[in-house]
């Protein structure tokens, strides 16, 4: 069945004076697929029972499987792991990217504050990491979606009615067919916010993605949709899935409870605290004053919540659940600690499912102390990470009491990096499985892991148990 986009009861963008009306400026732009696909979830990534690898004598090369790609799901935030994602691809295009939708910082909060529904400045960033640009037409979608306004708010403004109404010249080499669906979809979100009539929208430093992201969510009312139309119009393999780690369209708050008994409210507030600001947020260690105290968990609580007592629970999104059921090596990226990884892992089901798994489950460990994670070791970056799993601070009902290797079996370090390896603790928790891997020193944030040297060692550890697996197999 073929299915076209239609209005429907959803306004006309010619009666704001933004372009040709909403149907027709869509017509040209055919879903090949069901309508229903849309609140279906992703197929899964599990692989064949056996891969065969082989390797290339070069050791700079990355080793590749010769009849079929290992599956991966990464836990992660939108910046930190972005920088390895071009590597990944050359191992495997076969990955679940797992993502939280709690971000309430720049552009994507005054999104969230005008319109609602759930952040998606993480999932755009992936995207745009994952999208095809390989052609001139795609570095030019690829130029447009990833385009951000100028900081002046009148200035960002002007260029913003340039753009959606099509005059702007990043539509240069955009065919019309992409034109008229990207541009469809912003003259949509824009639609909405002239309806919030009550509230003024700030364009500073805004995203034309996340524009694109919003709008697109909000006229299908669904966020796997508007991940599923982004996916196309980015040119995104097929088998590498953006995931929500909670598919939902309401807002999303997190909140994060101190060893102190202090509560901070905001995913921003706790990580990089800018006092309202649409500056881009510097994710170095860098100026941000200390917390007063550590973090002993984070957790989800409602958009007007202050305190403990508005803790909600959301459920996981079953997508992910499938993924982490079927993957070959189960990863926790480097990033921010309790802000992009933690919130992915304190959900029903998720500890339950790695915690089953005989795959490989490797962290990989930061190269610099940021505020959330001052003074941190290597082991208490584990024991976090468990906690999270477990629930152990959570609703008591619902806590796990696994061993923290159940969880983590491998440590992948970066060379010369900040935080302390304490070995013998490591040990202790059941962690004895821990490889140095080659650096960079980037100018912003310090140490990181050299990305072919990640990737190399990624494929050389699914490969050895792939191997084993297959021996023990015969």
């Known amino acids: 069945m073929r299915w076209r986009l239609d209005s429907g009861n959803r306004g006309n963008m010619a009666d704001i004076g933004l372009g040709p009306p909403f149907s027709k400026a869509l017509l040209p732009f055919y879903f090949p697929i069901s309508p229903s696909c849309f609140h279906s979830p992703p197929r899964s990534l599990a692989m064949a029972a056996e891969h065969s690898y082989s390797y290339s004598s070069n050791p700079s090369s990355i080793p590749v499987p010769s009849t079929s790609r290992p599956s991966l799901l ?8 972005n920088g390895v994602v071009e590597e990944l691809k050359k191992l495997t295009t076969c990955v679940a990217h797992v993502l939280p939708v709690s971000d309430d910082g720049g552009s994507t909060a005054e999104i969230v504050r005008v319109l609602g529904g759930p952040a998606v400045g993480d999932i755009r960033s992936r995207c745009l ?19 951000r306004l100028p900081l002046d708010a009148q200035a960002a403004k002007l260029e913003w009615y340039q753009i959606v109404e099509g005059e702007h010249a990043l539509w240069g080499g955009v065919s019309k067919p992409y034109r008229e669906t990207i541009r469809s979809f912003l003259a949509y979100f824009q639609n909405q916010i002239l309806r919030r009539s009550r509230e003024s929208f700030c364009f500073s430093n805004g995203s034309i993605g996340n524009f694109f992201f919003a709008g697109a969510r909000i006229f299908f009312d669904s966020l796997d ?6 996916s196309r119009v980015s040119d995104i393999p097929a088998e590498s899935l953006i995931l929500p780690v909670i598919s939902t369209n309401d807002r999303l708050t997190l909140g994060c409870e101190l060893w102190d008994g202090s509560i901070i409210r905001g995913q921003n507030e706790i990580s990089h605290p800018t006092s309202g600001s649409m500056q881009p947020i510097n ?48 990863v926790y990226a480097m990033g921010s600690l309790f802000t992009s990884i933690c919130p992915s892992l304190v959900l029903l089901g998720i500890g339950e499912i790695i915690s089953s798994r005989s795959c490989f489950k490797v962290l990989l ?10 003074g941190f070791s290597a082991s208490r970056f584990v024991s976090a990470i468990t906690d999270a799993l477990n629930r152990t601070y959570g609703d008591p009902q619902n806590h796990l009491t696994n061993l923290p290797s159940q969880y983590i079996n491998t440590l992948l370090v970066p060379k010369d990096g900040q935080i302390l390896v304490d070995v013998q603790r490591l040990a202790s928790q059941g962690i004895s499985h821990v490889i140095t891997v080659d650096s960079i020193c980037d ?6 892991f050299d990305a072919k040297s990640l990737i190399r060692t990624l494929a ?15």
Request: glycine residues 8%; aromatic residues 6%.
């Open 129 to 147: 990491r994952l999208s095809d640009q390989s052609t001139s037409e795609a570095l030019a979608v690829h130029k447009l979606i990833g385009h």
């Open 225 to 230: 949709a508007a991940i599923f139309l982004f």
């Open 74 to 81: 990464v836990f992660s935030g939108g910046t930190a792991f």
């Open 283 to 330: 994710k170095g260690i860098s100026s941000v004053p200390p917390l007063p105290s550590a973090i002993k968990r984070v957790f989800y609580m409602s958009s007007e919540g202050k305190n403990l007592l508005h803790e909600v629970f959301p459920a996981a999104n079953p997508a992910v659940l499938d993924q982490l059921s079927n993957v070959d090596c189960i």
């Open 365 to 374: 460990l930061n190269g610099t102390h940021d505020r959330e994670t001052s």
């Open 443 to 448: 100018p912003k944030v310090g140490i990181i």
């Open 460 to 474: 050389d550890l699914i490969g050895r148990q792939t191997t084993t697996n297959v021996t023990k197999a015969k």
